[in-house]
């Protein structure tokens, strides 16, 4: 069993910078895939980047690449999404999730974090 908890989300003003940060526990991941996902009101939930905890290859969806950066840090079991030149469309719950290199699917999910960002 994966525990992942979120954290860093609130209100930040268009063009400023929110750090999200997830704290995994339960069993090791190297063998994971974690990514960030969001929702906002009236929409699915969609993917934004994930990233490889062994090796670090990252995946971007367009609409946050140049603005979003993930990362992680394997000593501290963190997963991290720094968030740049927010926008009010960028409000959304945010959550990170876990899922086995070999699966298609997130199998572990944070509670999630709210981020608005006024105009």
Do not use: H
Request: aromatic share 12%; net charge positive.
């Amino acid at each position: 069993q994966v525990q992942l908890v979120e954290s860093g989300g609130g209100l930040v003003q268009a063009g400023g910078s929110l750090r999200l940060s997830c704290a995994a526990s339960g069993r090791t991941l190297s063998s994971y895939v974690m990514g960030w996902f969001r929702q906002a009101p009236g929409k699915e939930r969609e993917l934004l980047t994930a990233i490889t905890w062994s090796g670090g290859n990252t995946y971007y969806v367009d609409s946050v690449k140049g603005r979003f950066t993930v990362s992680r840090d394997n000593a501290r079991d963190t997963v991290y999404l720094q968030m740049n030149s927010l926008k009010p469309e960028d409000t959304a719950v945010y959550y990170c999730a876990a899922r086995p290199y070999q699966t298609p699917n997130y199998v572990y999910w944070g509670q999630g974090t709210q981020v608005t960002v006024s105009s």
